[in-house]
């Protein structure tokens, strides 16, 4: 069993940035892949971005250059790094972890509100 708990959330202006922390527990989340995904208001649940176990990343189009996946595996924690913000961006983020050779995302934080003003 994984428990993810999200935080780092807040106001921001345009071209600010955050950085989103998902602490995991259980011992073998290091070797789990991590995504994170966002909601905003009204809009369906889309993929940001995932880093897998050994620290291979991947993102969507629309924050390609901006945002940067990282895990601290002594930490047991997989950060969201979001630079060059903008309005659109503003959302719940929510970490999600599965193992590598599953195809859903078992286990899902809370979310964390990001709200970029213009």
């Known amino acids: 069993q994984v428990q993810l708990v999200e935080s780092g959330g807040g106001l921001v202006q345009a071209g600010g940035s955050l950085r989103l922390s998902c602490a995991a527990s259980?011992?073998?989340?290091?070797?789990?892949?991590t995504g994170w995904f966002r909601q905003a208001p009204g809009k369906e649940r889309e993929f940001v971005g995932r880093?897998?176990?050994?620290?291979?990343?991947y993102y969507a189009d629309s924050v390609k250059g901006r945002f940067t996946i990282s895990r601290d595996h002594a930490k047991n924690t997989v950060y969201l790094q979001m630079n060059s913000l903008k309005p659109e961006d503003t959302a719940v983020y929510y970490c999600?972890?599965?193992?590598?050779?599953?195809?859903?995302?078992?286990?899902w934080g809370q979310g964390t509100q990001v709200t970029v003003s213009s």
């Open positions: 259980g011992r073998t989340f290091s070797s789990y892949r």
């Open positions: 880093i897998t176990g050994s620290g291979n990343t």
């Open positions: 999600a972890a599965r193992k590598e050779d599953g195809v859903l995302y078992e286990w």
